[in-house]
């Protein structure tokens, strides 16, 4: 078959070309972007879809050659929470059929990721005669089991309904697996494990470092990057740093955090460093770009992970492969992203003051972080999003030939 195939990424809620760290927009979008990118470098055609939810939106060619495109649906209001989209997901099931049936050169697979999408996906698969892949990239359940009462049971209930109808699951890591073997009760056997990967031409040791938070010699800096939402725990390192004031320690880290504010009002990072008496050595700064998060990576010590939980954690990967060791909690995909003791340090919980300890680790034994960083760069070599993008198409490929829709 080659390159004769159409995928199809469906990304209802989030535009694979949002800015990560911003709204909805986070590791997902940066997921979607880079593996269709190594597709369409392998010559397949890939046709990205999304909800229309800004006037200017329009049609993006990616690859004239292949065909490759991102086409925005009118669906809906252009503003809604992303929790009233799934009364939409029948009406965008029917956009995407007519659009992939206008513009797909090739024989189709569906890609879905996200629940949302694994509803449209679903809808759209047999008019179109075409498999499913799923991609969760979280879990309902494997949220609330770790912070109860976070998602609605009825996304939990859609989500077991996705891993039994879908034609294959993938997995970024063997715990994750094992999560939705659990909490789906889908067959081990269609769920595949492919790891994320990530862009060793932007995220390298070599090039431009700016650090953009407090310059203050000789001490830790701390880089956290992603939004700022009670579930990625930024407000941990708050705490610990307010612990480490009150153990005595004259020489505290300092700590930047790009990315926006997402979900609540009332999670309000900045105004918690005030309260507690620890925005002296805090920064802020809007997400940014790509090449510019490489190159505060560069500058910092250590970038900090102290999410609830991670499918993978992608930020996690990228930080290492510009030398720069990981700090995070012990959990998901994170246990497989970060080589705990080698390239970084996991934290048993988000106990505040285990995430203490962890900041006196680093500033009363720098050498050892320093050592981190240097294995931290052969850690993330294991990860390239070609590899990722291989073992996507061996799987596509699969899917057309086993799946009962064709």
Known sequence: MGTQLTIVMISMHTSPLAQPGQGDAGGLNVYIRNLTEALIHAG?????FTRKTAVTDQAVELDQATGSKVIP??????SLPKEALDQL???FADDLVRAVKQYANHSVVLHSHYWLSGLVAHQAASQLHAPVVHTMHTLGATKN???PGTEPAYRVEREVFISAQSDVVTANTMVEKQELVQHTGVNPQRVEIVHPGVDHEVFQPCGVSVWPGRMTDHVPKILFAGRQQRYKGPHVLLQAL?????RGFHTLPVVHFTGAVSGSSEYDLQAKAHLLGVAQWCSFSPPVAPETLASYMRAADVVAMPSITESFGLVAVEAQACGTPVLAHKVGGLKIAV???LSGQLVDSLDATAWGD?????????RRW???GTAALKHSAQFSWAATANRMAEIYTSSLTTSTLI
Not at 44 to 48: G, N
Not at 73 to 78: A, D, E, P, W, Y
Not at 358 to 366: M, R
């Open 358 to 366: 962890a900041l006196e680790s680093l500033v009363e034994h720098p």
């Open 44 to 48: 397949y055609q890939v046709l990205s």
């Open 89 to 91: 997901t029948a009406q």
């Open 339 to 341: 080589a705990d003791g």
């Open 73 to 78: 649906l009118s669906v809906g209001r252009l």
């Open 242 to 246: 307010a612990i480490l004031r009150d």
């Open 370 to 372: 320093r050592d981190y």
């Open 145 to 147: 089991s770790s912070s």
